[in-house]
T-cell receptor, first 112, second 116 residues
Framework: GQQLNQSPQSMFIQEGEDVSMNCTSS?????WLWYKQDPGEGPVLLIALYKAGELTSNGRLTAQFGITRKDSFLNISASIPSDVGIYFC????????????FGTGTLLAVQP | GAVVSQHPSRVICKSGTSVKIECRSLDFQATTMFWYRQFPKQSLMLMAT?????????EQGVEKDKFLINHASLTLSTLTVTSAHPEDSSFYIC????????????FGPGTRLLVL
């Protein structure tokens, strides 16, 4: 079945550092979504990508839709303590129902 | 806009009892709602897709008779965990989507279920 693998699995960084994480798939996706989940909460959409090669920013976050359509990258610049959480990539499948498959997640810890 | 609520936020129940979780879209009409389960330190796994006015579609390996889903209106879907057992303890999250096939899913805050 489809799988979305994220790397790294976890990151422990100092405040102010830049962060980069990626998501790879065994199959092609036409949309890539990046979510952040705080402990005990539901995921919140950060960035949506709809076109291969697309580079989209949301504040300090930048995400790219890989040209092969099998991967995506998320970068966070100048990290701050509130960036702590789990970052998930997700892609729709299942045709018109647009169900989402979530990646394995990247845990980010930021040391003040 | 696009707020989704869940109730209760957490519930503890005895083994063998049933638990109902509500998912509401507060400021939009959701033709489709999704139910996910998340075990500790794991990703979200889709359990079922709930369409207003029709039967839910369950993912492979999810027992439809154990996890009853009702989507009676455009703003409310319920998940009932019947005859709950300790292994059903998990974080249950719903999401809701409007009409457009491209429209994003908006997630609720989740419900923590602990079965003793």
């Amino acid at each position: 079945g489809q799988q979305l693998n994220q790397s790294p699995q976890s990151m422990f960084i100092q405040e102010g550092e830049d962060v980069s994480m990626n998501c790879t798939s065994s199959s092609i996706f036409n949309t890539w979504l990046w979510y952040k989940q705080d402990p005990g909460e539901g995921p919140v959409l950060l960035i949506a990508l709809y076109k291969a090669g697309e580079l989209t920013s949301n504040g300090r976050l930048t995400a790219q839709f890989g040209i092969t359509r099998k991967d995506s990258f998320l970068n966070i610049s100048a990290s701050i303590p509130s960036d702590v959480g789990i970052y998930f990539c997700a892609g729709p499948y299942g045709g018109a129902t647009n169900k989402l498959i979530f990646g394995t997640g990247t845990l980010l810890a930021v040391q003040p | 806009g696009a707020v989704v609520s869940q109730h209760p936020s957490r519930v503890i129940c005895k083994s063998g009892t049933s638990v109902k979780i509500e998912c509401r879209s507060l400021d939009f009409q959701a033709t489709t709602m999704f139910w996910y389960r998340q075990f500790p330190k794991q990703s979200l796994m889709l359990m079922a897709t709930s369409n207003e006015g029709s039967k839910a579609t369950y993912e492979q390996g999810v027992e439809k008779d154990k996890f009853l889903i009702n989507h009676a209106s455009l703003t409310l879907s319920t998940l009932t965990v019947t005859s709950a057992h300790p292994e059903d303890s998990s974080f249950y999250i719903c999401s809701a989507r409007g009409d457009s096939s491209r429209e994003t899913q908006y997630f609720g805050p989740g419900t923590r279920l602990l079965v003793l």
